[in-house]
């Protein structure tokens, strides 16, 4: 039972993977743009980000009686910028494609909100290794 769970789920992922690549591409040939991109993804994470350490700053800033006006700053920042993104996905899109667009895209935000740090820190490994390329070779005769 605990395999046709695990193919269940692996199932699931694939099809929601599958229809969030068919979106995206239709949107990038009507609109000229993509609900995933890099961009949209660094941009989530730095969001995200704001929003978790924003989150804990006033946390920690609530047990020890300390300035909790800097972690609202956090979470306000975060959420101001994308609300922001938002509104720019509906005025680049139609009403159907902005609002399929968003619930993905705050999928994803909640996602990086649960876990913010950790997919920064390995959003940058990530482009750290991904930038170190092998440096041509010349043959000198």
Same mark, same amino acid.
């Given at each position: 039972?605990?395999?046709?769970?695990?193919?269940?789920?692996?199932?699931?992922?694939?099809?929601?993977?599958?229809?969030?690549?068919?979106?995206?591409?239709?949107?990038?040939?009507?609109?000229?743009?993509?609900?995933?991109?890099?961009?949209?993804?660094?941009?989530?994470?730095?969001?995200?980000?704001?929003?978790?350490?924003?989150?804990?700053?006033?946390?920690?800033?609530?047990?020890?009686?300390?300035?909790?006006?800097?972690?609202? =700053?956090? *979470?306000?920042? /975060? #959420?101001?910028?994308? !609300?922001? $993104? &938002?509104?720019?996905?509906?005025? +680049?899109?139609?009403?159907?494609?902005?609002?399929?667009?968003?619930?993905?895209?705050?999928?994803?935000?909640? =996602?990086? *909100?649960?876990? /913010? #740090?950790?997919?920064? !820190?390995? $959003? &940058?490994?990530?482009?750290?290794? +991904?930038?170190?390329?092998?440096?041509?070779?010349?043959?000198?005769?």
């Amino acid at each position: 039972m605990l395999v046709l769970k695990i193919f269940g789920i692996f199932l699931v992922v694939c099809l929601i993977f599958n229809g969030i690549s068919e979106l995206n591409k239709s949107c990038k040939e009507k609109f000229n743009r993509s609900f995933i991109s890099a961009e949209v993804i660094g941009f989530q994470l730095v969001v995200g980000t704001l929003i978790f350490v924003g989150k804990s700053w006033y946390k920690s800033a609530l047990t020890n009686n300390g300035d909790i006006l800097n972690g609202q =700053l956090l *979470i306000g920042l /975060g #959420i101001i910028s994308g !609300i922001g $993104y &938002i509104i720019h996905l509906y005025k +680049t899109t139609n009403f159907v494609y902005g609002t399929v667009g968003m619930i993905i895209i705050l999928i994803f935000l909640a =996602l990086y *909100i649960y876990v /913010g #740090i950790y997919f920064v !820190i390995f $959003y &940058i490994f990530a482009s750290i290794v +991904t930038s170190i390329a092998a440096k041509p070779t010349r043959i000198i005769k």
